[in-house]
């Protein structure tokens, strides 16, 4: 197989979790709305984008920044969504929600194609530990604020609870993804460093 041959089973992976992801409902079967969000936001960058950078290599090439401006611009799409009125937005309007996905998907394979094609491991394993870092906040955050922060936004009733499951969506899911990814980085360059020595 050549380099930049397109690998199936990612590749297929990665399409068809964003196709269930897109076609679910908003609540993906949760009774609080925000934590089928969560679910899905997941699922979105840090699971079938990686897959798709993974199965598709010339995607990885055409998109790939340098990791810590790939690793801010997720951050500022994340938080900039997570925003109350944001959120609020994509929640109460079709073509705002497509917008919201839209650039969690472009940020999410921003990220992975930065740092997994980053010239030296190590570079991409800080922009993934950084965004592990973001993410953990952020769901540390929705877990331990003292009211619902979306629900006046949204039209609906507080659910605290919903919210709280959804940070920990977002701690149990991402954080651990890209931890465990810049991780596997970092041991790649220390491998590198050994082998030239």
Same mark, same amino acid.
């Given at each position: ?5 397109? /690998?199936?089973?990612? *590749? ?13 409902? /908003? @609540? ?18 840090? +699971? ?12 990885? /090439?055409? &998109? ?6 790939? #690793?801010? +611009? %997720? ?10 009125? #944001? ?12 917008? %919201? ?8 394979? *921003? ?19 950084? !965004? @592990?870092?973001?993410? !953990? ?6 877990? +331990?604020?003292?009211?619902? &922060? ?9 659910? *605290? !609870? ?10 149990? &899911?991402? !954080? ?15 491998? %590198?460093? %050994?082998? #030239? #020595?």
């Amino acid at each position: 197989m050549t380099p930049g041959a397109l /690998r199936p089973v990612p *590749l297929t992976l990665g399409l068809g979790l964003l196709a269930a992801i897109w076609v679910a409902p /908003r @609540s993906m079967g949760f009774d609080a709305p925000f934590a089928g969000h969560m679910l899905r936001h997941m699922a979105i960058v840090a +699971l079938a984008a990686p897959l798709l950078v993974l199965g598709w290599p010339a995607l990885g /090439r055409a &998109l790939a920044l340098g990791p810590l401006l790939a #690793a801010a +611009l %997720e951050f500022a799409v994340v938080w900039g969504w997570h925003l109350p009125r #944001a959120h609020g937005l994509s929640y109460g309007s079709a073509p705002w929600f497509v917008a %919201e996905q839209a650039s969690f998907l472009i940020a999410g394979l *921003l990220v992975w194609a930065g740092c997994l094609r980053a010239g030296h491991p190590l570079a991409g394993a800080g922009g993934l530990l950084l !965004t @592990s870092m973001h993410m !953990t906040l952020l769901g540390a955050l929705l877990i +331990l604020a003292p009211r619902d &922060l979306y629900a006046a936004w949204c039209g609906l009733m507080p659910n *605290l !609870t919903g919210q709280q499951m959804g940070g920990m969506i977002m701690l149990g &899911l991402g !954080t651990p993804v890209y931890l465990v990814a810049g991780l596997w980085l970092t041991s790649r360059a220390v491998n %590198e460093k %050994e082998a #030239a #020595a």
